[in-house]
């Protein structure tokens, strides 16, 4: 059963900076993706930025769009730098993971495998 556990969520100022980090446990293969998702209160879970087993990464268009995703070679591990953050930026970030592709980002709820999530809380 795999599990993805969420970390470095908190409370920052706006213009600050965060890393969220997400570690998969229980797998022993590479995850063909993981990726980011967030949910503001009253909100749709919305994407997001995804990077597959081969370093390939997919933002959207707008929100979490800003920010960069990046996963170390050969880990099922990956992380979020959040910088310029802002108030809007307040929610719940999600890891998500599938294989052995990635979903496309509007396609969220098709991925297997989601941590408990992490707050971000962001004031101005």
């Known amino acids: 059963q795999v599990q993805l556990v969420e970390s470095g969520g908190g409370s920052v100022q706006a213009g600050g900076s965060l890393r969220l980090s997400c570690a998969a446990f229980g797998v022993i293969y590479s995850l063909g993706c993981m990726g980011w998702f967030r949910q503001a209160p009253g909100k749709e879970r919305e994407g997001g930025a995804t990077i597959d087993s081969d370093g390939r990464t997919t933002y959207a268009d707008s929100g979490m769009g800003r920010f960069t995703i990046s996963r170390p070679s050969a880990k099922n591990t990956v992380y979020l730098q959040m910088n310029g953050l802002k108030s809007e930026d307040t929610a719940i970030y999600y890891c998500?993971?599938?294989?052995?592709?990635?979903?496309?980002?509007?396609?969220?709820?098709?991925?297997?495998?989601w941590g408990r999530g992490t707050q971000v809380a962001v004031s101005s």
């Open positions: 998500a993971a599938e294989s052995p592709v990635c979903w496309p980002i509007s396609e969220r709820y098709e991925y297997s495998y």
